[in-house]
Antibody, heavy 118, light 112 residues
Framework: VQLVQSGAEVKKPGASVKVSCETS????????IHWVRQATGQGLEWVGW????????GYAQKFQDRVALTRDTSISTAYMELNSLRSEDTAVYFC????????????WGQGTLLTVSS | DIVMTQSPDSLAVSLGERATINCKSS????????????LAWYQQKPGQPPKLLIY???TRESGVPDRFSGSGSGADFTLTISRLQAEDVAIYYC????????FGQGTKLEIK
């Protein structure tokens, strides 16, 4: 099982970013993909989840209006798009796999550093 | 939202000694239907993603050394490392999955 994320991004405030999470080694459709972020030196913050089979999504309330989780099942890849970026969004973003229930995360991507700076 | 609070924020333990990290949730994580506690523990080393150690509060993930153990029920949980080794230096997080996931603030474990 592998989750491989796209590379580091530098964006200006107000811009958007789309991070990819390419999976392999398992059936992409039967595990949910979650996104968790971590600001430098800080703890872990859950962003949202997606069911790759149905496309169903759910988001943490603080990101509800700015984040979209999508997928391309043909290439077993999940995406996180975050809009209206601000400096506080500077963090490492991880994708992680979990069963449809329960939601503990057994495999993680390596992380993608997003820097938001003018 | 369920708030997870870990204690201590940091601790230093001698090699070969026991390390104990506590995690308290703002509501019970014990599901009445299956009598399971919806609590996981992770280890994170610098520059790496978190690694799953324990789920269902006390079930060790495959490949995790048996010096790591989890205990507790309801709203109070403990991660114990029985004989600390140098490679155990890391930050440890608890996570509840009773509702939408949330994590403790982390406990930094160092060698004394």
């Amino acid at each position: 099982v592998q989750l491989v994320q796209s590379g580091a991004e530098v964006k200006k405030p107000g811009a958007s970013v789309k991070v990819s999470c390419e999976t392999s080694g398992y059936n992409f459709n039967i595990y949910d993909i979650h996104w968790v972020r971590q600001a430098t030196g800080q703890g872990l913050e859950w962003v949202g989840w997606m069911n790759p089979s149905t496309g169903q999504t759910g988001y943490a309330q603080k990101f509800q209006d700015r984040v979209a989780l999508t997928r391309d099942t043909s290439i077993s890849t999940a995406y996180m798009e975050l809009n209206s970026l601000r400096s506080e969004d500077t963090a490492v973003y991880f994708c992680a796999r979990a069963e449809e229930s329960p939601w503990y995360f057994d495999y993680w991507g390596q992380g993608t550093l997003l820097t938001v700076s003018s | 939202d369920i708030v997870m609070t870990q204690s201590p924020d940091s601790l230093a333990v001698s090699l070969g000694e026991r390390a104990t990290i506590n995690c308290k949730s703002s509501q019970s994580l014990l599901h009445r239907s299956n009598k399971k506690n919806y609590l996981a523990w992770y280890q994170q080393k610098p520059g790496q993603p978190p690694k799953l150690l324990i789920y269902w509060a006390s079930t060790r993930e495959s490949g995790v050394p048996d010096r790591f153990s989890g205990s507790g029920s309801g709203a109070d949980f403990t991660l114990t490392i029985s004989r600390l080794q140098a490679e155990d230096v890391a930050i440890y997080y608890c996570q509840q999955y009773y509702t939408t996931p949330s994590f403790g603030q982390g406990t930094k474990l160092e060698i004394k």
